[in-house]
């Protein structure tokens, strides 16, 4: 069982924005801005969207973007597009260099 | 081009030992912390372990701790996973990822391999 809480799926129709959570507790997401975002489309390894709470790599939408609130962190994407239907996972650093997944959240562009 | 390419998967007994073998290409492997991360199937991804960029620090998660090794050849650039007395789930595709930008993001994977533990 994940330690961190992510809402089994969400959906939107194409050119709107929806968000992500991702809740933890302040041993893991409240107590470091260590939090990353990852994309996987069926049978392809995750791809990297957020690193660091807010941060997007080079060559990722900004339609993507992350935040943290208190033990709490989000992922919004915005101009919702049919690519973008794919799982998304939050996580996070915990103490003494360990890391957690959240369970995953499935998103579906209707 | 950042390449990362798992083997060793196989199917093993419970209670056997596999190794797997991460061979990474087009970046600095020698100044790069690697990660395990395992999908079982048809469910999330579960972080396995890190070790950092000279081998000298190992961390592994509660569910596989005392029975995996991950350890690397920075001379071979090759990361590796031993895995001793496997259990039914312990059975997944296990990705080895590199850590990328900042303090934590994974930002290169593996197509993964897949170890299947039964009897």
């Known amino acids: 069982q994940s330690a961190l809480t992510q809402p089994a799926s969400v959906s939107g129709s194409p050119g709107q924005s929806i968000t992500i959570s991702c809740t933890g507790t302040?041993?893991?997401?409240?107590?470091?801005?260590?939090v990353s975002w990852y994309q996987q489309h069926p049978g392809k390894a995750p791809k990297l969207m957020i690193y660091?709470?807010?941060h997007r790599p080079s060559g990722v939408s900004n339609r993507f973007s992350g935040s943290k609130s208190a033990n709490t962190a989000s992922l919004t994407i915005s101009g919702l597009q049919a690519e973008d239907e794919a799982d998304y996972y939050c996580?996070?650093?915990?103490?003494?260099?360990?890391?957690?997944f959240g369970p995953g959240t499935k998103v579906t562009v209707l | 081009e950042v390449q990362l390419v798992e083997s060793g998967g196989v199917v093993v007994q419970p209670g056997g030992s596999l190794r797997l073998s991460c061979a990474a290409s087009?970046?600095?492997?020698?100044?790069?912390?690697m990660h395990w991360v395992r999908q079982a199937p048809g469910k999330g991804l579960e972080w396995v372990s890190l070790?950092?960029?000279?081998?000298?620090?190992?961390y592994y998660a509660d569910s596989v701790k005392g029975r995996f090794t991950i350890s690397r050849d920075n001379g071979k650039n090759s990361l590796y996973l031993q895995m001793n007395s496997l259990r039914g789930d312990d059975t997944a595709l296990y990705y080895c990822?590199?850590?990328?930008?900042?303090?934590?993001?994974?930002?290169?994977w593996g197509q993964g391999t897949l170890v299947t533990v039964s009897s």
């Open positions: 087009g970046f600095n492997f020698d100044d790069s912390d």
């Open positions: 660091d709470v807010s």
């Open positions: 302040s041993s893991d997401i409240g107590g470091y801005n260590y």
């Open positions: 990822a590199k850590d990328g930008p900042g303090a934590f993001g994974l930002d290169s």
């Open positions: 070790i950092n960029w000279d081998g000298e620090s190992t």
């Open positions: 996580s996070s650093y915990r103490s003494s260099n360990t890391y957690v």
